[in-house]
């Protein structure tokens, strides 16, 4: 196996999040996600959430021991409110949207060990007035120890400059490979997720992610940037489905969990967020948006296989 396989077999992540021991890489990712129909504290009125996404990854061999990682991701988001006046028509109310570049670092300690050094720096906005204020710079590092040769434990932290405030998380999970057919993998608080593959050309399983994130966007009323504070927890069933020449279907539904999207002034935040717990927060106890609802989400996938014997 040559060096690079070694060297790809244990760096890459999702995002910044699903670091896995696993026997892919996925270099292009195309994703689009709907959620219809989510009941309010308004009668009579529901709203529609849309997400559509891009990311790539390119990894740089340095040497034996280090891999730089280049990535890009851009993700558009849209709030729509339905009419109530029984036409069956709606309306973009907000749209909002992010573009992240992530440089990282892979090293190599030894043959049990490696770390995940990566910065990540975000325009996260609505694009109606961009400023620097837009702009959040992140950080995460992310060790995976491996104990045997189908159990690797993960351990880190991950560091955002959020609009609500700062936020820090610390990480802990790990990868197992139970037989040939079934892995679970978790990185908690962020993700788990239990697959099932049967056939090299499809897996299934089940997958819990947690996302927090915030976002500038204009208040119309004010003329100020006010942020929109998004806390989205899903549970969902996916499959996935070789399509041939390394590219792979991937199909997912399920539903949200204590979901979250409200709008804030810049002046109100929190002392910072710990994990799952804010600390200092006396923001204003509004209703969010929408309540949970269910939603199905597909991705074209472009995953590079690897030899990990």
């Known amino acids: 196996m040559t060096i690079f396989k070694i060297l790809l077999s244990s760096i890459f992540i999702i995002s910044y999040t699903t670091v896995n021991a696993q026997d892919w890489i996925d270099l292009v990712t195309v ?3 709907y959620s219809p129909n989510n009941t309010t504290e308004q009668e009579n009125t529901t709203r529609n959430l849309l997400s559509i996404s891009a990311n790539v990854k390119l990894p740089i061999v340095l040497n034996d021991n280090n891999v730089l990682i280049l990535g890009l991701d851009h993700q558009y988001n849209s709030i729509s409110r339905n009419y109530d006046d029984g036409t069956g028509g709606s309306f973009n109310e907000l749209p909002f949207s992010s573009s992240m570049l992530q440089l990282g670092l892979s090293h190599d300690w030894n043959e049990k060990s490696t770390t995940l050094f990566m910065a990540m720096g975000r325009l996260n906005s609505d694009y109606f007035e961009v400023d620097a204020t837009h702009l959040q710079m992140a950080g995460l590092a992310l060790t995976t120890t491996k104990k045997t040769k189908d159990f690797h434990w993960k351990y880190g932290v991950y560091y955002n400059a959020e609009f609500f405030g700062p936020m820090i ?14 892995r679970l993998k978790t990185v908690l608080p962020i993700n788990l997720e239990l697959t099932y593959q ?33 806390a989205d927890n899903n549970l969902s069933l996916f499959s ?70």
């Open 31 to 33: 994703t689009g996600k």
């Open 169 to 182: 998380v610390p990480l802990f999970g790990f990868n197992w490979k139970i037989n040939d057919k079934w």
């Open 198 to 230: 049967p056939k090299t050309w499809f897996r299934t399983g089940l997958f819990f992610e947690g996302i927090n994130a915030s976002y500038r966007v204009f208040n119309y009323s004010t003329n100020e940037n006010d942020y929109l504070d998004k």
């Open 240 to 309: 996935e489905f070789h399509l041939g020449k390394n590219i792979w279907f991937h199909i997912k539904a399920g539903t949200s969990i204590i979901r979250s999207y409200r709008t804030f002034e810049n002046s109100e935040q929190m002392t910072v967020k710990f994990g799952p717990v804010n600390i200092g927060d006396n923001r204003p106890k509004t209703s969010p948006m929408f309540n949970d609802g269910l939603f199905v989400e597909s991705k074209i996938i472009y995953r590079l296989p690897i030899d990990n014997n």
